[in-house]
T-cell receptor, first 116, second 111 residues
Framework: DTGVSQNPRHKITKRGQNVTFRCDPI?????LYWYRQTLGQGPEFLTY????????KSRLLSDRFSAERPKGSFSTLEIQRTEQGDSAMYLC??????????????FGPGTRLTVT | DAKTTQPNSMESNEEEPVHLPCNHS???????IHWYRQLPSQGPEYVIH???SNVNNRMASLAIAEDRKSSTLILHRATLRDAAVYYC????????????FGTGTSLTVIP
């Protein structure tokens, strides 16, 4: 399977703990996106990378959140001092930068975070 | 953020066509219209996209109003596997970057 993968699929943590999620995009895609989705809502944009450069961050991305894509391949999203309001599905997506691509984003299955 | 308006839910009988509407009255001349769907416990998946002309692919058809203020996703024969939340998204041509999803339409397919 050469789609977008995310690990772990589920994470339960206690309030105040730090968590880190990983996203492996489709190998030739240089654009990578993180979204957050709460129950009954559509995904909300968090941040976006072009290669290793983080080009845009949503105001939803508080100081407790940090994302990296050190070599322009996989990406990590870390949440420090988790709060119950951080409970959500965290989705990663990637897309091709090539001219003529449809701008289609390919989404991973998500990491479901539960903060107790 | 570009705004779209969709009904919260719709029902369809299996093997019948489904028309999912989307209003986007504030669309600009260069915004593309994308449709994604999300099956339970999965990430969203691409369905179709267009700019001005109607579009067809193996999954669905996209009918775009002449003034582009609305569009309709058409599933020609609904199957149980089409039960999902369908999102209509506007993508500005000058960025091609993040999507701004609304709450989408939850489609129920009745056997």
């Amino acid at each position: 399977d050469t789609g977008v993968s995310q690990n772990p699929r589920h994470k339960i943590t206690k309030r105040g703990q730090n968590v880190t999620f990983r996203c492996d995009p489709i190998s030739e895609h240089n654009r990578l996106y993180w979204y957050r989705q709460t129950l009954g809502q559509g995904p909300e944009f968090l941040t976006y990378f072009q290669n290793e450069a983080q080009l845009e961050k949503s105001r939803l991305l508080s100081d407790r959140f940090s994302a990296e894509r050190p070599k322009g391949s996989f990406s990590t999203l870390e949440i420090q001092r988790t709060e119950q309001g951080d409970s959500a599905m965290y989705l990663c997506a990637s897309r091709s930068h090539l001219r003529g691509s449809s701008y289609e984003q390919y989404f991973g299955p998500g990491t479901r975070l539960t903060v107790t | 953020d570009a705004k779209t308006t969709q009904p919260n839910s719709m029902e369809s009988n299996e093997e019948e066509p489904v028309h999912l509407p989307c209003n986007h009255s504030t669309i600009s001349g260069t915004d593309y219209i994308h449709w994604y769907r999300q099956l339970p416990s999965q990430g969203p998946e691409y369905v179709i996209h267009g700019l001005t002309s109607n579009v067809n692919n193996r999954m669905a058809s996209l009918a775009i109003a002449e003034d582009r203020k609305s569009s309709t996703l058409i599933l020609h024969r609904a199957t149980l596997r089409d039960a999902a939340v369908y999102y209509c998204i506007l993508r500005p041509a000058n960025t091609g970057n993040q999507f701004y999803f609304g709450t989408g339409t939850s489609l129920t397919v009745i056997p």
